[in-house]
């Protein structure tokens, strides 16, 4: 391929045949793209946006919606997790999604939002399991150790 850029023009060529041509952007550090030069794959994610995906994941439930903007919010760019996204999402075909939002809900509790701990999580039917809760420490209110405040003074 080659490509020949002018002051106002971006043109593509394979084989001597012009294949694409641009009109340049004025805007500096950014990117243009037109969705019909773009692989079929790209193009369908391009139909996605993280208003959609969080809507969608409302649908199943708070924790999935909670999980979902967790790990949009995750990466620099949140295009990077859509792939995640749908993953974890389209579980919820195949366990149902009772199960997925039980799932994202211990995902959460775990720190952990990626689609292989979600599928991990369903896959061992942890997901049916109790979650454990956390029990606080009690302090005591006297110690030896313990100066309170009075000791500042």
């Known amino acids: 391929m080659e490509v020949r850029i002018t002051h106002n023009t971006i043109e593509c060529f394979y084989r001597g045949n012009r294949i694409a041509s ?6 500096k550090g950014r990117h243009t793209t037109i969705a019909a030069h773009m692989p079929e794959s790209h193009r369908q994610a391009g139909e996605w946006s993280p208003e959609r995906l969080t ?3 409302a649908k199943t439930g708070p924790a999935t919606e909670k999980l979902i903007r967790t790990a949009l919010g995750a990466r620099k760019h949140p295009q990077q997790a859509y792939r ?11 366990y ?9 809900q211990r995902a959460l509790m775990l720190g952990s939002c990626r689609y292989k701990s979600i599928e991990s999580i369903l896959k ?6 109790p979650l454990e809760e956390q029990q606080e420490l009690a302090l ?3 110690h030896d150790n313990i100066r309170g405040p009075t000791y500042y003074h």
């Open 96 to 104: 149902g999604e009772a199960r997925l939002e039980a799932a994202c």
């Open 22 to 27: 641009h009109r340049r952007s004025d805007q």
């Open 84 to 94: 995640s996204c749908l993953g974890i999402l389209r579980l919820g075909k195949s």
């Open 124 to 129: 061992h039917r942890l997901d049916q399991k």
């Open 140 to 142: 005591p209110d006297t």
């Open 55 to 57: 809507a969608w994941a």
